[in-house]
């Protein structure tokens, strides 16, 4: 099975919103997918209703399979939580923690939560053992300069993975976006999908589950839900 990672050069783009909502998509596709939560600030486990726990290092640590790791959120996603501790895997060989995770996503279609930017080892492994990156992008300036610097750390990484974009917080009515959605797709970034900004997402997150199980009529959940398909289609594709 494909592991799809969510990653980006910048904090507060929405990883971890995109994240939750792609898992909670592809379970109505019918997947069972497994949110790993590689981030030590642990906010997709905060978002999903769960304390900190030390799931994600003790599978990534190879001192638990993934059947004995992973919980059940209330709306059946299962997570490998994350805690403070994961800074642990900071001393930890690159190569070493990608082969890890390769084996986390021999069976399950794992989607890997990241931390920011691309000294965390765990960052640099996902991108290594990746079949596919989605990278949120805010139609902002800086934003979209971070998002290209995923094409770079790929490169430099030696990663064979396809890389996507995901416009995200996107409002239509903003001349901004468009010139900023432009220039990325002109620097090398793949578009799959926008979601509009809305307020049924933080507010899904402060109620412990996805926008799609909390405003299922949501402009984005819709949206959530039209991107869903066109990223599974890439990561089978690519494991066939």
């Known amino acids: 099975m494909p592991l799809l990672a969510i990653a980006s050069g910048k904090g507060g783009v929405g990883k971890t919103t995109c994240a939750v ?11 069972d997918p497994v949110l790993l939560d590689a981030d ?10 769960f304390r900190s ?3 994600a290092l003790d599978a990534l640590r190879g001192r638990k399979d993934l059947t004995a790791a992973v919980s059940s959120t209330t709306e059946g996603i299962r997570l490998l939580a994350s805690s ?6 900071e001393t930890a060989d690159v190569n070493v923690l990608a082969e890890r995770l390769r084996r ?9 939560d990241l931390p920011p930017g691309f000294s965390p080892a765990v960052t640099r492994a996902a991108i290594l053992a990746a079949t596919t990156i989605v990278v949120p992008i805010i139609p902002e300036p800086l934003a979209e300069r971070h998002a290209r610097h995923v094409l770079d750390a790929a490169e430099a990484l030696g990663s064979t993975a396809t890389i996507l974009a995901l ?4 409002d239509k ?3 901004l976006t468009g010139a900023v959605l432009a220039t990325a797709q002109e620097g090398g970034l793949d578009l799959v999908g926008a979601i509009p900004r809305s307020v ?14 909390y405003a299922p009529a949501s402009a984005a959940a819709a949206a959530y839900r039209d991107v869903a398909p066109r990223i599974l289609q890439t990561l089978t594709a690519l494991v066939r």
């Open 53 to 55: 726990a030390d799931t």
């Open 173 to 175: 009515r903003r001349v």
């Open 84 to 89: 403070p501790r994961l800074i642990e895997l």
């Open 104 to 112: 986390l996503s021999d069976r399950d279609l794992i989607v890997a």
């Open 40 to 49: 030590s600030g642990g906010d997709a486990t905060w978002l999903l209703g």
């Open 21 to 31: 909502n792609l898992c909670a998509a592809f379970r109505e596709l019918g997947h």
């Open 200 to 213: 049924a997402v933080p507010e899904s997150g402060n109620e412990g589950v996805s926008v799609l199980r």
């Open 167 to 170: 416009a995200v917080m996107v």
